[in-house]
C-alpha cells in the first residue's frame, strides 16, 4: 500500500467532487434562471455550465496507467 503524498490531496479532492459540483450546480441554476429571467438565460446557462463540466471532467479525468 502506498500513501498519498501530500501535494495530490487536493487534487484527488477535485477529481471527487468535480461531478458533484457540476451535477448541483446545473440542477440549482438552470431552472432558477429560466423562471426568474427567461428561457434564453436558463438555456444559455445549460450550455455555459454544461460546456465548463464537460472541460473540467476532462481535464480531471484519471486513467489507469497515466500520470
Known amino acids: 500500500m502506498t500513501s498519498s503524498s501530500p501535494d495530490r490531496t487536493p487534487a484527488r479532492a477535485l477529481v471527487a467532487l468535480t461531478p458533484v459540483l457540476g451535477t448541483v450546480l446545473f440542477a440549482a441554476l438552470v431552472p432558477v434562471l429560466m423562471v426568474r429571467v427567461n428561457i434564453a438565460a436558463g438555456m444559455a446557462a445549460a450550455v455555459l455550465i454544461g460546456s465548463l463540466w464537460f472541460a ?4 480531471t479525468a484519471e486513467m489507469p496507467g497515466h500520470h
Open 56 to 59: 473540467a471532467m476532462l481535464r
